[in-house]
């Protein structure tokens, strides 16, 4: 199901706390690595998702989310449509809650193979740049 509700985005935000964030950088310049510490410093169990790296801001990284031990409410994915389209497949091996696909992320096929796998998703906004607003109105979001 596409989540594009306000109410819904916030009840996501508000009640899912443990989130993968796949293809984050170590590099402070990089949106990936902005958005990961955001959520890092506004409480969420942020796991990096980076097979470059061991780990970013003392949390370990993993290679793909099959190898994450713990159950992931939010697969966050910073990647080109060709490679989100792949990460969203393992995703539907762990069952998410939701899959988060960030700007740049998503393409029509990502979303559909998404939908096939009977995954959540939310796309077209930022979930940091959304996180930040939620303390106001969503209205900004509706579709």
């Known amino acids: 199901m596409i989540i594009n509700k306000p109410a819904d985005i916030k009840r996501v935000l508000d009640d ?3 989130i993968a964030v ?3 950088s ?3 310049e990089r949106d990936s690595n902005k958005v990961g510490k955001y959520l890092i410093d506004k409480g969420y169990d942020v796991i990096p998702v ?7 801001y003392g949390r370990k990284s993993y290679p793909s989310l099959l190898d994450i031990p713990k159950k992931i409410d939010i697969v966050d994915i910073f990647r080109n449509p ?5 990460v969203v497949k393992e995703a539907s091996k762990i069952s998410p809650k939701v899959v988060w696909l960030q700007l740049g992320a998503e393409s029509d096929e990502v979303i ?4 096939s796998l009977n995954l959540d998703v939310i796309y077209g906004i930022c979930i ?7 303390s106001g ?3 900004f979001i509706a579709k």
Do not use: F, R
């Not at 060709?82 to 792949?86: F, L, Q, R, T, V």
């Open 16 to 18: 899912y706390k443990t």
């Open 22 to 24: 796949v293809g984050m």
């Open 26 to 28: 170590p590099n402070p």
């Open 50 to 56: 980076n097979p470059q790296v061991q780990e970013i």
């Open 82 to 86: 060709d490679a989100s389209k792949e």
């Open 112 to 115: 559909k193979t998404a939908l």
């Open 128 to 134: 940091m740049e959304t996180h930040k607003k939620i």
């Open 137 to 139: 109105s969503l209205d």
